[in-house]
């Protein structure tokens, strides 16, 4: 039974490892290894998107969210490059936040674009990932966490049941009234 217990204990461990990864290659590869060039944008736009939202029962709700979507081009040394992301991982917002986004970056104005150096057709206007993106990662890992925990604590619990005797003497317990 020990086995197994280390076992859940060593899948816990490689799972939260594997998310605490995944957050740091997505967020922080992004923001600290993309590279800056300059860039144009082409044309901009909103695109609503119907997306499903997890309300815990067998008929998914569903709502409407709103991406800003761009065509720029940049060029790393002599080749030209095109992109259309506005974050390196996108997911669809409100209304509001997309139109802003699409009227501080209309056609014909000259942006910064951010470029993966290994991989330079990979490219975004902005370094962020989004609000929710980072709550529900978090989330998860805290929750990975406690149960990991838990699941040490249950495992490894020793028997607490006193012995009737020790080396053949029984063992006298005062009463407690």
Same mark, same amino acid.
């Given at each position: 039974?020990?086995?197994?217990?280390?076992?859940?204990?060593?899948?816990?461990?490689?799972?939260?490892?594997?998310?605490?990864?995944?957050?740091?290659?997505? +967020?922080?590869? =992004?923001? /600290?290894?993309?590279?800056?060039? &300059?860039?144009?944008?082409? @044309?901009?736009?909103? !695109?609503?998107?119907?997306?499903?939202?997890?309300?815990?029962?067998?008929?998914?709700?569903?709502?409407?969210?709103?991406?800003?979507?761009?065509?720029?081009?940049?060029?790393?040394?002599?080749?030209?490059?095109?992109?259309?992301?506005?974050?390196?991982?996108?997911?669809?917002?409100?209304?509001?936040?997309?139109?802003?986004?699409?009227?501080?970056?209309?056609?014909?104005? +000259?942006?910064? =674009?951010? /470029?993966?150096?290994?991989?330079? &057709?990979?490219?975004?206007? @902005?370094?962020?990932? !989004?609000?929710?993106?980072?709550?529900?990662?978090?989330?998860?890992?805290?929750?990975?966490?406690?149960?990991?925990?838990?699941?040490?604590?249950?495992?490894?619990?020793?028997?607490?049941?006193?012995?009737?005797?020790?080396?053949?003497?029984?063992?006298?317990?005062?009463?407690?009234?």
């Amino acid at each position: 039974m020990k086995i197994l217990n280390y076992l859940l204990l060593t899948i816990f461990t490689i799972f939260t490892g594997f998310l605490l990864w995944f957050n740091f290659y997505s +967020t922080y590869f =992004v923001k /600290y290894r993309y590279e800056a060039t &300059e860039g144009t944008i082409f @044309s901009s736009k909103i !695109t609503e998107l119907r997306q499903e939202r997890d309300n815990g029962s067998e008929h998914p709700e569903f709502e409407t969210a709103y991406r800003p979507e761009f065509v720029y081009e940049y060029k790393i040394g002599q080749i030209k490059y095109y992109g259309t992301r506005y974050r390196p991982f996108q997911r669809g917002e409100s209304k509001e936040w997309a139109e802003e986004i699409v009227k501080q970056n209309s056609a014909g104005k +000259t942006v910064t =674009v951010f /470029y993966n150096p290994d991989n330079p &057709e990979r490219s975004a206007l @902005s370094r962020e990932t !989004t609000k929710e993106f980072d709550e529900k990662f978090f989330g998860l890992v805290f929750l990975m966490l406690i149960l990991g925990y838990g699941f040490h604590h249950e495992f490894n619990k020793e028997d607490k049941k006193k012995p009737d005797s020790v080396d053949g003497f029984t063992r006298l317990v005062p009463n407690a009234d």
